[in-house]
């Protein structure tokens, strides 16, 4: 079963974790992507992987999303690239903890602007592309964090909660003009943003997932893939939570 | 009639969802039948693929009438 023959997708984010395995999943799904981070280096590899898998070549954009210049420069090349956007995958985020009361402005800022106001810029940007062919799926990554809050994380949290709200009224906007927009919202996953957790509330963690592990990225990106296809053609406004049982 | 003209009029037919001929000056978001938000993103998307452009943000708010839309395009190299 390919679920994204012929398809055209944009992912965010790209470059490792969730988005590098979203990406090769995509593409082993049939998809022809268009990948962004902040640099290349991580992307070329990402496109490697994919070109080994697929044979397909994607195309590669720098961009950081938290700097508004940079994303325009991103969907002018988009727009250069394809008339075409079929999906897109906001996944591009950062993590900068802090307890309450040590959360600097520029902290605040850098994760708004980044794990925000991006999503929200390029859901605008896309949705546009998306409507003249009057179908279309965006799928946006949010964490457990901004449906339960975590010590620590005020700012991501409040970020990844916001993300939810931008999802599901997107969502109403955008469905008459035959556009989906979901969230996947995942658990504890095994990738480098988790390295830095100190063991003992890692192992707090680990008892507050009901299947007893962590998740991988390929699983997470299986879910975004699935959304991102026809396969939910009827599927909108809705949060997947991909957690292992840890949010029931 | 110029050919961007007539590519603008059949822009803001085809955002729209009205016919050719009911495209005229007087066209006014939010006041003119047809033209509410939502078909004022499908004006701005149908606008963007005709023209091979992308139209910012502030000129996405700023485009409330047909003669205000040509006005803007003009920034964008196109001429009527």
Redesign the interface.
Known sequence: MIILEGTIGWITGASRGIGRATAVEAARQGASLILSARTVEGLEETALEIEQISGARSRIIACDVGDQNSLKAAFKEVIGHTKKLDFLVNNAGILRDAILGMISGTQIEEVMRTNLFSVIHTMQFASRLMMTHKSGSIVNVASIIGRTGNEGQVVYGASKAAVLGATKSAARELAPHGIRVNAVAPGVIDTSMIANIPTPKMQDLMRSIKMGRLGKPEEVAKVICMLASSYTSYVTGQVVGVDGGMWL | MSENEKKLREAFASGLSLPEADINEDLQYATSQGWDS?AH??L???L??TF?I?ID?DDVIDLSSYPKAREILTKYGIQF
């Open positions: 939502i993103m499908a701005i998307a149908s963007d693929s091979d992308m943000t």
